[in-house]
């Protein structure tokens, strides 16, 4: 068995070798990379994923999974090597499912529909990607048909990004959620608007770029594994455990993008930075779901890094960093501004109470297309009705409408959305869970110490890597099911404190 196991691990880290150097690729050409690059960047890493989807759908490998079965059935549920034949079984029985045909076919429809949308959205012409996005459609149904048996024909598209998690389990639990933030967004928007034109006054990039490194290393980023570069928009990547890049971008009309884009990203480095070296050159090598990682991109953005506490320690370092800009500000003006809530027209740039309305409504309109009780040449109607029911307003035109995201441009239709969302009701599940176990985590925060917290959350989330899956996650954590309760009063009380509610 141990040397069938020795075997199974040695194939894997192959493929996680390969799939590490398509990542420094992509990071690459999302930094440094010459505009002139991309056409032979774009071959390299093609040329790269296929190997390392051939080896990985390699038939020796499902062999080997087989002969481990009975290892690992003897095995205990959360034992590493248990978790390790598991989920490389469902990844690998995915992956076979989809004909190379497809994924093929898939990839250039994509680069194709991407560069038509970088052209029809500022020309506001839907009709020139309509077509493109019904292709899109037919791929993403074709697709789900490779997992017949499933409940809804989202599901299999859903699985990938947040494995286990169903549609209407999804649906039940956003329309719990839509329920409540509705009418909270309607009284604090009848309410006089924060202003927050002290964080448009003009801040120098190098001491922006200064000050989010400044927290993202009281926060427990290790700069020895992981650094921080500039893009056009912000991510995380990671090459390996030890090696983590994070990238921000600055406005210097706006402080708030390069800083919170910084925390944002730091959160989901400190996840991938926290996983069980143990782990290493596995699938289990990764965060569990795009939900829990936003979960953790939100909790060090939003829950501390938008926090009072937070800005009681951190304000007066930043008046000293711009005595310009805001010695004449006072931190409650400051706070204010940084959690301004009012209806907005673009997901993101939307604040903690409106955001979710955006991300539901498009997953809405997914299910929809998929169901084919939607067409797509009336998506763009059904954009504006949609926004005019949950947020109350109307875009222009379709460039703030159904044209502004990328997502169903360069991915499927089905499953790009749900994440976000179930991140946030997540950051609030755990951080209720972190709080249950130490009390005294905000007043920590407020003395700009973060370590309990970045502890409990290492050994509770992040050193497990993908050995469970989100729900299993939830479970263990908090000993109940996904629910809205924690995120709600989160936001109540948060907000109760700044408007009349
Ligand atoms: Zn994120």
Redo the contacts with the bound molecule.
């Keep these: 068995m141990e040397k069938k196991l020795n075997e199974l691990k040695t194939r894997l880290e192959e493929v996680s070798n390969l799939n590490s150097a398509t990542a420094v690729l992509g990071w690459d050409q999302a930094t440094f990379m010459p505009p002139a690059g991309a056409n032979s960047r774009g071959r390299q890493m093609a040329t790269l994923a296929s190997l390392s989807q051939e080896k990985f759908t390699d038939p020796a490998i499902g062999k080997l999974l087989d002969e481990l079965q009975p290892y690992a059935e003897g095995l205990p549920y959360d034992s590493d090597d248990a978790a390790l034949i598991r989920k490389t079984r469902s990844d690998y029985e995915k992956a076979v499912k989809v004909p190379p045909a497809w994924v093929a076919k898939f990839s250039t429809h994509s680069a194709v529909s991407y560069q038509a949308w970088t052209e029809a959205r500022p020309a506001n012409n839907f009709k020139a990607v309509e077509d493109k996005l019904k292709t899109t459609l037919d791929l993403s149904r074709e697709y789900a048909n490779f997992f017949p048996g499933y409940e809804h024909i989202a599901d299999p598209l859903i699985d990938g990004p947040d494995p286990g998690m169903k549609a209407s389990d999804i649906r039940r639990v956003f329309g719990e959620l839509r329920a409540q933030l509705v009418p909270l967004v309607k009284t604090i928007t009848e309410q006089a608007m924060a202003d927050d034109s002290p964080l448009r006054a003009g801040y120098p990039e190098d001491e922006q770029l200064a000050f989010g490194m400044q927290v993202a290393k009281d926060y427990g980023f290790d700069f020895n594994r992981g650094r921080q570069d500039k893009s056009p928009h912000p991510f995380m990547t990671s090459f390996a455990i030890d090696d983590v890049r994070i990238t921000t971008r600055v406005q210097e009309g706006d402080l708030s993008d390069a800083l919170f884009s910084t925390l944002?990203e730091t959160g989901?480095a400190l996840y991938e930075l926290g996983i069980d070296p143990a782990l290493e050159g596995t699938p289990l090598a990764g965060g569990t779901s795009s939900g829990v990682?936003?979960s953790q991109?939100r909790t060090w953005e939003n829950i501390i890094g938008r926090s009072r506490g937070f800005w009681e320690h951190y304000y007066p370092k930043l008046q000293k960093q711009f005595p310009g800009q805001l010695s004449k500000v006072s931190l409650d003006s400051f706070y204010r501004a940084i959690n301004k809530v009012s209806r907005s027209l673009i997901r993101t740039d939307a604040d903690e109470v409106t955001y979710n309305l955006h991300v539901m409504l498009r997953f809405e309109l997914e299910l929809e297309l998929l169901e084919g009780k939607l067409e797509v040449k009336d998506l763009p109607e059904a954009w504006h009705a949609r926004y005019q029911a949950d947020l109350g307003i109307h875009a222009p035109s379709d460039v703030d409408g159904v044209l502004q995201d990328v997502h169903w441009y360069g991915g499927a239709i089905g499953g790009e959305f749900q994440g976000y969302t179930l991140g946030n009701i997540m950051s609030a599940l755990f951080y209720d869970a972190a709080l249950k176990a130490h009390p005294d985590i905000p007043q920590q925060t407020g003395q700009g110490q973060f370590g309990t917290l970045h502890s409990w959350l290492k050994d509770n989330l992040y050193q497990h890597g993908s050995k469970f899956t989100p729900n299993e996650l939830i479970e263990r954590v908090t000993g109940g099911p996904l629910r809205i309760e924690p995120y709600i009063h989160y936001l109540k009380t948060k907000y109760g404190e700044l408007y009349t509610l």
């Design positions: 944002h989901h990682h936003e991109s």
